[in-house]
């Protein structure tokens, strides 16, 4: 019978080292005999305040409290002198600040799961109401946007090797004994499962469980490129909605806790686009708002094209920010969204904490030069002035919606090529956008199955006026620019470019120390390609700033979620190599100002 369930442990397995590992170091740091504390923290079996802690009969503070006690019996009984700093509790803040996940099996975890199987956490855990709690909060937290499933037995009041909770596991999995794996690193809680017909794997060490691992599921998981980072799903975010003013209306996803950071998507995306960097950026610690932008999905689309200019969306960025009380945030910007966050860095530095775009490079307007006549003598850019007309290109988009996101958001690997090589930039000559693609293509690995269907749903839900709205404001942005063309971006900065990008060459982003001076540290322009981690210090150039030039992206990758063939729609960095970067760069960042007390009048 085919497998299509992994049981996990938590202590010892995905996360670790396991108790066993503290009780020892205590052991030692207190000068205590070898299984002094395992001894009395394990006694009297399933009456004992172990297994009551893990039924959830007593809290973790009880359970410390219980145990010390048993402690000083003990030592007094073995003649045994407890130091004066002897505390149970040090066992699980040592676990606490020293614990770590087991990122291998975290990874596994993820490809199982993207393979179809079911995946869930089942621990022995307790109660925690210690001063530590919020490190168990966020665990869990954590653990819960990465398994289908997380059950810990103080929740059920039953606990492992009883039977009873494998058969509450297996029935909440909705599969059979014989279709799951089970993962413990506790011999007496494998027994049972491997009794009622699940498969099992005693966990010792990272590398044997992973062969295990992939013999029983049948999954390569060892030797692959580093897999995709974890998605998320539309139905299990918060979604919030934030009327801007009378008619305009902005939904949004949020994910997370601690500073503001907030996604713009870009041209023809959803909020969706950037699923594989939202529980990244979470689970680093960020407070994540993915915005669905003006014109797209849920939030409002009005038929006025200047509804649409730069200056018009970014005063609504600000207002968004004001009725959610966030006075600062890092932002980060995709093609469209990457010209919002630069603006909102320009014209409303205060409300920026930190400013990051993806392939969309910052130049001043040039008020030597009509705008409209330098994008002409530029023919890649040949399809932004078939946008301009009101209705010609809604009605060529709008007529298969399924088609249309098909065509335009493609990779670049060859297996995902379509036969015959149409240039994007003869728009007018070919007569339409998608003249000459297929009338039925086949969906790209890269947007397929439900995340194709969701972006179906927004553009079926919001068409593309407004979308392409964004379009028609080149002469009203252009004016707005000229207005900030000797301002400078003074706030952390960051430009990550695409290698093989179409339109936005990296080369484009060559110069922007010039408008870039955020007053800190002077840092060299790095430069670095997937999978090479390497930085070159040979630029001659020094800006405060950092650029990282991402290569081709390998098979599912998206820019944030996808990339993409046309012109605007370009190559775009792989999520793990983007999540890379972005992680990095904020981990560098200063740390949030204190927030200033204002006088109440």
Not at 126 to 155: K, P, Q
Not at 267 to 291: C, H, M, N
Request: proline share 8%.
């Amino acid at each position: 019978m085919k497998r299509w369930a992994v049981l996990f442990d938590l202590g010892g397995v995905v996360f670790g080292p396991g108790l066993q590992h503290f009780l020892g170091f205590c052991e030692r740091d207190f000068a205590l005999p070898s299984n002094f504390l395992q001894k009395v923290l394990f006694a009297g079996s399933s009456d004992g305040p172990y297994a009551k802690a893990m039924k959830g009969q007593i809290t973790l503070s009880q359970l410390c409290s219980e145990v010390e006690e048993g402690c000083r019996q003990h030592a007094s009984a073995s003649g045994i002198t407890l130091p004066a700093t002897f505390s149970i509790s040090r066992i699980f803040e040592e676990m606490a600040a020293k614990g770590t996940i087991n990122t291998p099996l975290l990874q596994a975890a993820r490809v199982l799961r993207r393979n179809g199987f079911k995946t869930c956490i089942l621990t022995n855990n307790w109660v925690d109401d210690s001063a530590g709690r919020l490190f168990t909060a966020t665990l869990m937290n954590t653990l819960h946007r990465h398994f289908d499933l997380v059950i810990e037995s103080c929740r059920l009041g039953l606990q492992k090797p009883d039977p009873q909770i494998y058969t509450y596991a297996l029935g909440a999995l909705q599969v059979k004994p014989q279709e799951a794996i089970f993962l413990d690193d506790i011999g007496e809680n494998l027994r049972p499962a491997r009794e009622m017909g699940m498969a099992t794997i005693l966990v010792r060490d990272t590398d044997t469980v992973l062969k295990e691992l992939e013999q029983l599921s049948g999954i390569q998981l060892l030797g692959q490129e580093e897999p995709l980072p974890t998605a998320c799903d539309p139905s299990n975010v918060t979604h919030g909605y934030v009327s801007i003013r009378p008619g305009v209306q902005l939904h949004f996803m949020e994910m997370g806790h601690g500073p503001v950071i907030c996604l713009c998507h870009g041209f023809p995306e959803t909020w969706l686009s950037w699923r594989y960097q939202i529980p990244a950026l979470a689970d680093a610690g960020f407070r994540v708002i993915a915005l669905e932008m003006k014109g797209y999905g849920e939030s409002t689309a009005p038929p006025d094209i200047q509804e649409y200019s730069q200056e018009q969306i970014c005063k609504d960025l600000v207002v968004f920010l004001d009725k959610l009380g966030i006075p600062q945030a890092v932002l980060l910007g995709h093609d469209w969204g990457g010209m919002v966050v630069w603006n909102m860095a320009l014209f409303y530095p205060e409300r920026v904490r930190a400013v990051a775009s993806l392939n969309t490079p910052y130049r001043p307007a040039d008020p030597a030069s009509d705008i409209v006549e330098k994008m002409k003598a530029v023919p890649t850019l040949e399809y932004q002035f078939y946008f301009q007309e009101p209705g010609i290109a809604e009605a060529e988009l709008e007529k298969d919606i399924g088609r249309t996101l098909k065509v335009l958001i493609r990779s670049q690997r060859q297996e995902d090529r379509f036969p015959s090589k149409i240039k994007f930039h003869e728009v007018w000559k070919r007569g339409g956008l998608l003249a000459g693609f297929p009338e039925d293509p086949p969906a790209s690995p890269i947007l397929c199955g439900p995340e194709l269907q969701y972006y179906i749903q927004r553009f079926q839900k919001s068409g593309f006026r407004g979308p392409l709205n964004w379009y028609r404001n080149i002469r009203p942005n252009w004016h707005w620019a000229l207005s900030a063309r000797d301002r400078k971006i003074t706030m952390p900065a960051l430009m990550v470019t695409a290698g093989k990008d179409m339109v936005l060459h990296p080369k484009m982003s060559e110069g922007m120390e010039q408008w870039v001076s955020h007053p800190g540290p002077e840092t060299l322009l790095s430069r670095s390609c997937a999978g090479d981690t390497s930085r070159s210090a040979g630029t001659g150039h020094r800006w405060r700033g950092t650029v990282h030039t991402v290569g081709s992206p390998g098979p599912g990758s998206p820019f944030p979620g996808e990339r993409q063939i046309a012109p605007q729609l370009r190559v775009t960095p792989r999520p793990v190599a983007l999540n890379r970067i972005l992680l990095e760069w904020l981990e560098g960042l200063p740390p949030p100002s204190p927030m200033p007390k204002i006088s109440k009048l």
